[in-house]
């Protein structure tokens, strides 16, 4: 007889079966394997891909980024990477690493030569972002993979794996890295290709993962237990400076958070704040403010007030602005005024 728990669990097992919606093996195993294939029309579109990219992080455009990481076809070796360890597959390992390399020297080279040419090679917003990458960029890189390899496995997948280009961001990094190369600014250059590194190599993990729940029969019997577990090694490895990168970006984040909170609630509500600026690195806050006339004690009183925060290791720096006019303006109102007698004895002698 049956249960209530075994229907229960027959349910949830057909809400999330993937097997059953699933494309032929053999199906799934071409299209990885002609996607790992990188010549012809691929390096066509990876230069072009390469070039909108750069013209995109030179001008801060988002939307020239996202369309080079859309038109991209690099994606093919990487999942390449993950199916071949998931079937044990050495030989398609093999083409998969030497495919995924050469994209990667190909869109150094392009992108090196674009920011050689072109006058405009600055260190935008843009173009950093993608030089300091963080666990969230790894988880997002994991996931990707996992979503990008389900969509393969399935007859129409090609919206999925066109957001899983855009959410994983392989493409920019690369630019970055060639931007470094270009103006020999080395941390740009390890900062970009570590950061590809990270979404390749975890794009490969989630891959790995979905390729064995998907139970896919391997192509060998011989084992590949030593690659896997270089492949766990490498995996571990990449993962601690990204861990450390995101705890600096969150305390860095955190700083700036209180400091403009400071800033707001008990500077810019008792003199008007023009700007401010917030060095982490120095644990320095910069405001300037504009003042009737200057105030010899108001840099005292602010940072008493800022040793009662948490900010009681921070420096905190005012500079003063006399608004123009303002202790005048008394004056000026007298002024107007007697402005405004004349004019009005002046429209009396004229109307007699």
């Known amino acids: 007889m049956i249960t209530r728990i075994q229907i229960i669990k027959r349910y949830f097992r057909s809400l999330f079966d993937l097997k059953g919606s699933q494309e032929d093996e053999v199906e799934t195993d071409k299209e990885v394997r002609e996607g790992v294939v990188f010549k012809g029309k691929n390096l066509w579109l990876l230069a072009f891909a390469i070039f909108i990219?750069?013209?995109g992080l030179n001008i801060n455009s988002k939307a020239a980024v996202i369309g080079a990481m859309i038109i991209s076809p690099l994606m093919g070796p990487i999942f390449g990477i993950g199916f071949s360890l998931g079937v044990s597959d050495l030989d398609l390992l093999k083409v998969?690493?030497?495919?995924?390399?050469?994209?990667?020297?190909?869109?150094?080279?392009?992108?090196?030569?674009?920011?050689?040419?072109?006058?405009?090679?600055i260190a935008?917003?843009?173009?950093?972002?993608?030089?300091?990458?963080?666990?969230?960029?790894?988880?997002?890189?994991?996931?990707?993979g996992m979503a990008g390899f389900i969509a393969i496995s399935r007859h129409n997948g090609t919206q999925v794996l066109i957001g899983v280009a855009v959410a994983t961001s392989c493409i920019p990094?690369?630019?970055?890295?060639?931007?470094?190369?270009?103006?020999?600014?080395?941390?740009?250059?390890?900062g970009g290709l570590y950061t590809y590194f990270i979404n390749a190599?975890?794009?490969?993990?989630?891959?790995?993962?979905?390729?064995?729940?998907?139970?896919?029969?391997?192509?060998?019997?011989?084992?590949?237990?030593?690659?896997?577990?270089?492949?766990?090694?490498?995996?571990?490895?990449?993962?601690?400076?990204?861990?450390?990168?995101?705890?600096?970006?969150?305390?860095?984040?955190?700083?700036?958070s209180k400091a403009n909170q400071f800033v707001t609630n008990e500077i810019d509500t008792?003199?008007?704040?023009?700007?401010?600026?917030?060095?982490?690195?120095?644990?320095l806050i910069e405001v300037d403010v504009t003042v009737e006339k200057y105030d010899d004690s108001l840099q005292k009183i602010i940072e008493k007030q800022l040793q009662k925060t948490d900010l009681k290791d921070s420096k905190i720096?005012?500079?003063?602005?006399?608004?123009?006019?303002?202790?005048?303006?008394a004056e000026f109102d007298k002024l107007n005024a007697e402005i405004e007698l004349l004019r009005n004895e002046i429209n009396k002698i004229k109307n007699k």
Request: hydrophobic content about 50%.
């Open 270 to 283: 008792k003199h008007h704040v023009v700007q401010s600026k917030i060095d982490f690195k120095n644990k």
């Open 53 to 55: 990219s750069c013209i």
């Open 96 to 121: 998969s690493i030497q495919n995924a390399l050469r994209i990667v020297l190909i869109s150094l080279i392009v992108a090196t030569i674009y920011y050689l040419i072109t006058p405009y090679a």
């Open 201 to 256: 190599l975890f794009i490969c993990v989630g891959s790995y993962i979905i390729v064995k729940y998907l139970k896919f029969s391997p192509h060998s019997k011989e084992n590949v237990k030593n690659v896997n577990s270089w492949f766990g090694v490498l995996i571990f490895l990449a993962i601690i400076p990204a861990m450390y990168l995101a705890y600096n970006f969150a305390i860095t984040n955190m700083f700036i």
């Open 173 to 190: 990094p690369l630019c970055t890295a060639s931007f470094g190369l270009a103006t020999l600014q080395w941390e740009y250059f390890v």
């Open 317 to 329: 720096k005012i500079y003063q602005t006399i608004e123009a006019g303002r202790s005048n303006r």
């Open 124 to 144: 935008t917003d843009e173009l950093l972002s993608f030089s300091h990458p963080t666990i969230f960029d790894v988880l997002l890189a994991f996931l990707g």
